[in-house]
């Protein structure tokens, strides 16, 4: 005659995945995590497709700036640099007796570099600076064709050049050359290049 096992002692146990899992609460078997648990168990919502899942943060993204774009105080700082480098190109010419390409270069980069710095992307001011840029150059010239004049004939600079401009103009016209009108080419390539990158 046989004899039934007793039944355990203790009290009875529940399985929480009975019913889901038939090797659930089976010995060496990991317990099997509920669908749409995240890490540790925890139930997390699903976001839409492409958004961040909680526990992934991303790091914050600055907006981006606003364009610049002042076209009245691009073209003032542009204004403001064409007379001062007119008036140093004037200098060294006067001074050294030639007209030198790396000055007119200069001339064109401090145009180019104020009104794009100051004025931002304005599509006026690439424009602007090439006028400004052969305006500078040639006012630099005559600047130092009356310094040269001055010292030949005698006279002091301001009054060779503020009161026979007419005669600045016409010394300036018999010994301008090919070379004279490349320099303006360069300064105004170097200017609309330049005014186009700093306003990036």
Known sequence: MSQSSP?????????????????AGQPGQPPVPQ??????????????????QPGFPM??????APARDNLVLGLAAAVGAALVAAGVYGVIIGLTKH?????????????????????????ILPIASVILSVASVYLGQLVGEAMIGAKEIGLSF????????????EA??????PLTFV?????????????RKAGQ
């Open 7 to 23: 039944p355990p002692s203790g009290p009875p146990v529940d399985n929480p995945y009975a019913g889901e899992n038939p090797y």
């Open 35 to 52: 669908q749409g648990a995240g890490e540790a168990g925890f139930p997390q919502q699903a976001g839409p497709q492409g958004a961040p």
């Open 59 to 64: 790091a914050p993204v600055a907006p981006a």
């Open 99 to 123: 007209e030198i390409g790396w000055a007119a270069v200069g001339v064109g980069f401090l145009i180019g570099l104020a009104a794009g710095r100051f004025g931002g992307r304005n599509p």
């Open 158 to 169: 301001n009054e060779l050049f503020f009161d026979h401009f007419s005669v600045v103009q």
């Open 172 to 177: 300036w016209k018999a010994e301008a050359d």
């Open 183 to 195: 320099f303006f080419a360069i300064a105004a390539y170097v200017a609309f290049q330049g005014t």
